[in-house]
């Protein structure tokens, strides 16, 4: 359902979450997202994009949190086990923000391996949404759906965490369709002229995005 938007989301009550705990399987495994993409880890280009978006950010991952020491930021880890997939790294970011942000309606999540996505992602999806109700916004681009990146309220955890803990679907767009949402298209990265949501899942993607940080470049 497709909802018009009354009374915008701030940004001061938003909670932004990178989702770098998946499992990497067609990179051959590891933590793809410090892998470097000209020069620059990967997480690093995805937080100089985020950090002018959303004052308060964290990290969704699993494991050893000192690998993620130089960037300096919470490290939450999945609140429910068996790999849920990027709903329980969004359940994480919502369970951390009832936990210790009381200030915080709503969680934006980026997907921790897109270095190229919307440098106004969190402002136009806060924008899209209303205050009254509890609305979710998903990004789009080409007439695709992106549900990794997503604005989600806070008041949701519960209908989330009792959804998982059923053993019901992981996909994001399965609990998705239990709520009210709106879509919010973007348009391609004015500098890489790549989809903005172009995500590096294997080594050849990795390639790409050099290749085109190399054609901005000359």
Not at 85 to 91: C, Y
Not at 171 to 179: F, I, N, Q, Y
Request: hydrophobic fraction near 45%; charged fraction near 20%.
């Amino acid at each position: 359902m497709i909802l018009q938007p009354s009374h915008p989301i701030s940004s001061n009550k938003v909670l932004a979450c990178v989702l770098a705990g998946g499992q990497s399987r067609r990179m051959g495994g590891g933590d793809k997202t410090l892998l470097e993409i000209g020069e620059k880890p990967m997480l690093a280009r995805v937080l100089d994009r985020l950090r002018p978006q959303c004052e308060k950010i964290i990290l969704n991952a699993n494991g050893d949190a000192t690998r993620f020491a130089a960037y300096e930021l919470p490290v939450v880890p999945d609140t429910i086990g068996n790999y849920a997939g990027p709903l329980a790294g969004i359940l994480a970011g919502l369970t951390h923000a009832r936990a210790h942000m009381p200030e915080v309606t709503h969680v934006v999540s980026v997907a921790g391996d897109t270095p190229f996505f919307p440098t106004d992602l969190a402002n136009r999806l806060c924008a899209a949404v209303t205050f009254d109700r509890p609305v979710i916004a998903l990004a789009t681009s080409k007439h695709k759906l992106h549900p990794v990146f997503g604005l989600w309220p806070v008041e949701l955890a519960d209908d989330l965490t009792n959804w998982l803990a059923a053993g019901e679907s992981g996909k994001v767009l399965a609990w998705v369709d239990r709520h009210d949402s709106v879509e919010v298209d973007f348009a391609d990265d004015p500098v890489t002229g790549l989809d903005p949501f172009f995500n590096a899942n294997r080594p050849e993607d990795i390639a790409t995005a050099h290749r085109a940080l190399e054609r901005n470049s000359a």
